[in-house]
């Protein structure tokens, strides 16, 4: 039995748990390269052939590595992280506050503001690390350029290692502004604790229905194209917490959010970290990241025409995008995945739509053409999101690139469920997901093409029955 101690599932390939195997069989090499030279030594007692191959050795050695594993370790011209850090940062207002939640979108930022002193205005804060003390405690420091963080935990009680969560109990029937919350939590009166069944005390939240103040002038004075009407804004934002507890880095959050009163703009890298708190429909997509403002996204009160145009504006001529469509480009799995994970195909067809929506078609065809020829499907795979793009050109009435690009992903899911589906059932199942995402391309085409062009759409729906009936004779 072998045991690597290595953790079974994690985001990425973790190699360096293997570096003591790897400078083990390193040893063997060099004994079996000392073994080889003795041995020529028994052969033949010429000294320049036993020069010559013991550096014929030193060199095929490695060289054989590196003929093996240069072109796909090969990272050279290659700067996906640093212009798609660049991009998040150039998404936010000036003096933003930024919440991120993980290595890929947070480490590229810090080299920017710490190394190139890029956009140092902007204060982001790393949501996993705020339930360690350390980290939760820097909040209070006032960096230059970036200010400290608006909170109202002093020092002492960010470095308190007690309360990691906080129980959700209804206890009132009303609505409770955040302030009033962090406070009740704060209390050390025993009528704001609740008795666990181990007999520990424990602050609480009184209240899954939560509500911050809506501070119009502070949102428009700190904006360039976030215009409200203050006739139609409500005056606080009410939202609902869908779980029984609250973690320590989700209270720090709406402390944060309930201090900085939107005298700053407020953005999160996925709406994911506040979908439980009740906050994703109130997160609408500015350039790479989701902002906070005081509606959802289905009753936008903003001036619709000019947030489009500046999202047009921010993506065509101030995101930069690292070569990720440079053929000579070596792009590793990560790289792939962090195309997805950020939802670059969902940007744009979401921009896109909101150009089409106030008549500047020709802008949003322009955007889906530069989303296809920056991620092409020779590079970047087809994903769930692909077919959104078709639906963004029958938006901007461009019918013609709509049915070829539909044509196109139709093709591609085609070829891949029939050679997934040729296999035996085992591979088949090993290949579930594979399977299910050309399975929803396939159909999201087909619903999209149903009120599109109604020949593609019998087309596309002919060719998916014939698979489905295939697959049900051979089962």
């Given at each position: 039995?072998i045991?690597?101690?290595?953790?079974?599932?994690?985001?990425r390939?973790?190699?360096?748990?293997?570096?003591?195997?790897?400078?083990?069989?390193?040893i063997?090499i060099?004994?079996?390269?000392?073994?080889?030279?003795?041995?020529?030594?028994?052969?033949t007692?010429?000294?320049?052939i036993?020069?010559?191959?013991?550096?014929?050795?030193?060199?095929?050695?490695p060289?054989?590595?590196?003929?093996?594993?240069?072109?796909?370790?090969?990272r050279?011209?290659?700067?996906?992280?640093?212009?798609?850090?660049?991009n998040?940062?150039?998404?936010c207002?000036?003096?933003?506050i930024?919440?991120?939640?993980?290595d890929?979108?947070?480490?590229?930022?810090?080299?920017?503001?710490?190394v190139?002193?890029?956009?140092?205005?902007?204060?982001?804060?790393?949501?996993?690390?705020l339930?360690?003390?350390?980290?939760?405690?820097?909040?209070?420091?006032?960096?230059e350029?970036?200010?400290?963080?608006?909170?109202?935990?002093?020092?002492?009680?960010?470095l308190?290692?007690?309360?990691?969560?906080?129980p959700?109990?209804?206890?009132?029937?009303?609505?409770?502004?955040?302030?009033?919350?962090?406070l009740?939590?704060?209390?050390?009166?025993?009528?704001t604790?609740?008795?666990?069944?181990?007999g520990?005390?424990?602050?609480?939240?009184?209240?899954?229905?939560l509500?911050l103040?809506?501070?119009?002038?502070?949102?428009?004075?700190?904006?360039?194209h976030i215009q409200?009407d203050?006739n139609?804004s409500?005056?606080?934002?009410?939202?609902a917490?869908?779980?029984?507890y609250?973690?320590?880095d989700?209270?720090?959050i709406?402390?944060?959010?309930a201090?900085?009163?939107?005298?700053?703009?407020?953005y999160?890298v996925?709406?994911?970290?506040?979908?439980?708190?009740?906050l994703?429909?109130?997160?609408?997509?500015?350039?790479?990241?989701?902002?906070?403002?005081?509606?959802?996204?289905?009753?936008?009160?903003?001036?619709?025409?000019?947030?489009?145009l500046?999202?047009?504006?921010?993506?065509t001529?101030?995101?930069?995008?690292?070569?990720?469509?440079?053929p000579?480009?070596?792009?590793?799995?990560t790289?792939?995945?962090?195309?997805?994970?950020f939802?670059?195909?969902q940007?744009?067809?979401?921009?896109?739509?909101?150009?089409?929506?106030?008549?500047?078609?020709?802008?949003?065809?322009?955007?889906?053409?530069?989303?296809?020829?920056?991620?092409?499907?020779?590079?970047?795979?087809?994903?769930y999101?692909?077919?959104?793009?078709v639906?963004?050109?029958y938006?901007?009435?461009?019918?013609?690139?709509?049915?070829?690009?539909?044509?196109?992903?139709?093709?591609?899911?085609k070829?891949?469920?029939?050679?997934?589906?040729?296999?035996?059932?085992?591979?088949v199942n090993?290949?579930?997901?594979?399977?299910?995402?050309?399975?929803?391309?396939?159909?999201?085409?087909?619903?999209?093409?149903?009120?599109?062009?109604?020949q593609?759409?019998?087309?596309?729906?002919?060719?998916?029955?014939?698979i489905?009936?295939?697959?049900?004779a051979?089962?």
């Amino acid at each position: 039995i072998i045991y690597l101690n290595e953790v079974p599932i994690t985001p990425r390939e973790r190699d360096y748990v293997h570096v003591g195997s790897f400078l083990v069989f390193a040893i063997w090499i060099g004994l079996g390269a000392n073994a080889l030279l003795h041995s020529l030594k028994n052969i033949t007692t010429n000294k320049p052939i036993n020069w010559l191959v013991a550096v014929a050795l030193f060199l095929l050695v490695p060289g054989l590595l590196i003929s093996e594993n240069w072109d796909d370790h090969n990272r050279s011209d290659r700067y996906t992280a640093r212009d798609f850090g660049k991009n998040m940062l150039s998404s936010c207002e000036q003096n933003a506050i930024l919440f991120t939640t993980a290595d890929n979108d947070t480490y590229p930022l810090w080299y920017l503001q710490q190394v190139e002193g890029y956009r140092t205005d902007i204060r982001q804060i790393l949501t996993t690390f705020l339930p360690v003390g350390w980290y939760a405690n820097q909040l209070n420091y006032d960096y230059e350029g970036s200010g400290s963080t608006p909170i109202s935990f002093s020092d002492s009680e960010l470095l308190m290692k007690k309360n990691q969560y906080f129980p959700v109990l209804n206890k009132i029937d009303s609505s409770i502004d955040v302030k009033q919350m962090v406070l009740f939590v704060k209390d050390n009166d025993n009528r704001t604790k609740v008795t666990m069944g181990n007999g520990e005390q424990m602050s609480f939240i009184p209240s899954s229905e939560l509500s911050l103040p809506i501070n119009l002038a502070n949102i428009t004075n700190n904006s360039e194209h976030i215009q409200i009407d203050g006739n139609n804004s409500p005056l606080k934002l009410e939202f609902a917490v869908t779980k029984r507890y609250l973690t320590r880095d989700e209270l720090l959050i709406l402390d944060i959010l309930a201090n900085n009163d939107w005298k700053r703009p407020v953005y999160f890298v996925y709406p994911s970290l506040v979908q439980e708190l009740g906050l994703a429909e109130y997160l609408h997509q500015e350039g790479m990241l989701f902002r906070l403002l005081p509606y959802k996204k289905q009753n936008t009160l903003h001036n619709k025409s000019k947030f489009a145009l500046h999202q047009y504006n921010l993506i065509t001529e101030t995101f930069k995008w690292g070569n990720v469509n440079n053929p000579n480009i070596f792009l590793d799995h990560t790289n792939k995945q962090m195309v997805g994970s950020f939802r670059f195909l969902q940007m744009f067809a979401d921009a896109a739509n909101q150009l089409s929506a106030v008549g500047e078609n020709n802008k949003a065809v322009n955007l889906i053409d530069l989303a296809l020829e920056l991620f092409p499907a020779n590079r970047i795979p087809h994903s769930y999101l692909s077919a959104n793009l078709v639906k963004s050109y029958y938006n901007a009435e461009a019918t013609e690139k709509a049915n070829i690009l539909a044509k196109s992903i139709h093709s591609s899911a085609k070829n891949k469920l029939s050679y997934y589906l040729s296999g035996n059932t085992q591979s088949v199942n090993n290949l579930g997901s594979e399977t299910q995402l050309q399975l929803y391309l396939m159909q999201e085409l087909i619903r999209i093409t149903e009120s599109n062009n109604k020949q593609l759409h019998n087309e596309l729906r002919a060719d998916f029955e014939a698979i489905y009936q295939r697959q049900l004779a051979r089962n």
